[in-house]
Nanobody
């Protein structure tokens, strides 16, 4: 079974930055997409940024220009840095691995990010 685990997050002041890390383990196929999603209280989960095993990225408008996403295919790890954080970035952030062969989605438990002074 594929296991996905996040780390990072916590309380950050407005204008600050943070790094979210994710590690996937288990029988992971070579063709996959890893990404970060977030869920603001009362809202549906939404995509933040993703990167394929070939390095193709997508970025949501609300973080464009203030984020950096990268991955290590050999280690099955994913890193997301978000700069200039705003109170509206407060959410639970989830790491996802999407297997392009099986179409399965694997999710981490989520990590809380709170942006507040």
């Amino acid at each position: 079974q594929v296991h996905v685990e996040e780390s990072g997050g916590g309380l950050v002041q407005p204008g600050g930055s943070l790094v979210l890390s994710c590690e996937a383990s288990g029988p992971i196929s070579s063709r996959n997409v890893m990404g970060w999603y977030r869920q603001i209280l009362g809202n549906e989960r939404e995509r933040v940024a993703t990167v394929t095993d070939e390095g193709v990225t997508t970025t949501a408008k609300f973080v464009k220009g203030r984020n950096a996403i990268s991955r290590d295919n050999a280690a099955n790890t994913l890193r997301l840095q978000i700069y200039n954080l705003k109170p509206e970035d407060t959410a639970v952030y989830f790491c996802n691995l999407h297997d392009l062969f099986t179409r399965e989605d694997y999710w981490g438990q989520g990590t809380q990010v709170t942006v507040s002074s």
